[in-house]
T-cell receptor, first 116, second 114 residues
Framework: AQTVTQSQPEMSVQEAETVTLSCTYD???????LFWYKQPPSRQMILVIR??????QNATENRFSVNFQKAAKSFSLKISDSQLGDAAMYFC?????????????FGEGTQLTVNP | NAGVTQTPKFQVLKTGQSMTLQCAQD?????MSWYRQDPGMGLRLIHY???????DQGEVPNGYNVSRSTTEDFPLRLLSAAPSQTSVYFC?????????????FGPGTRLTVT
């Protein structure tokens, strides 16, 4: 079974600065997908960024980018130019590429605080 | 499109009571899932479905039942509520299983069992 670990329960960053959230995972599969989700106080789950394991290039979405290290099974999220609206719980998630449903395995989450 | 809807938004049950959490989507998605979210544990998969009439267990299925009689609806039944089932429940759906088939989440149901 796959597992996802987020070792930072809480992080804080000053507005306009950069912060990196860590995620490691364990799997025996060679092809899979990784995601970062944002959950603001509204509880809504919002997809931030996604990465295919077979792609070497790190995914980027505006101020959000990932550092994907397949051999190390590491998938960190970098938020540049942090904004107050970035304050939320962030979840790392894994999904198998096998066509057995679209099930996600989540990490424990990292609560990000953005200080003005 | 309304997306993924869940009812109720909040519910309080007494131990031993049963209830059904409703989930519906109007996007013609084949894949639907139920997760529970507990502090410090992220979201954990309860049950999932790959199409009408097909369901399977996830990571924490005990105490819950599901059925999928239509593509649109995927209700979650609590058979005999226990305090350990106090949690926030999310329903999710997606059209496919590739990386660009995004999972859409409902707004969640906060359930308290006393």
């Amino acid at each position: 079974a796959q597992t996802v670990t987020q070792s930072q329960p809480e992080m804080s960053v000053q507005e306009a600065e950069t912060v990196t959230l860590s995620c490691t995972y364990d799997t025996s599969e060679s092809d899979y997908y990784l995601f970062w989700y944002k959950q603001p106080p509204s509880r809504q789950m919002i997809l931030v960024i996604r990465q295919e394991a077979y792609k070497q290039q790190n995914a980027t979405e505006n101020r959000f980018s990932v550092n994907f290290q397949k051999a190390a099974k590491s998938f960190s999220l970098k938020i540049s130019d942090s904004q107050l609206g970035d304050a939320a719980m962030y979840f790392c998630a894994y999904r198998t590429s096998l066509t057995s449903g679209s099930r996600l395995t989540f990490g424990e989450g990292t609560q990000l605080t953005v200080n003005p | 499109n309304a997306g993924v809807t869940q009812t109720p938004k909040f519910q309080v049950l007494k131990t031993g009571q049963s209830m059904t959490l409703q989930c519906a989507q109007d996007m013609n998605h084949e894949y639907m899932s139920w997760y529970r979210q507990d502090p410090g544990m992220g979201l954990r998969l309860i049950h999932y479905s790959v199409g009408a009439g097909i369901t399977d267990q996830g990571e924490v299925p005990n105490g819950y039942n599901v059925s999928r009689s239509t593509t649109e609806d995927f209700p979650l039944r609590l058979l005999s509520a226990a305090p350990s089932q106090t949690s926030v429940y999310f329903c999710a759906s997606s059209y496919g299983t590739g990386v660009y088939y995004e999972q859409y989440f409902g707004p969640g149901t906060r359930l308290t069992v006393t």
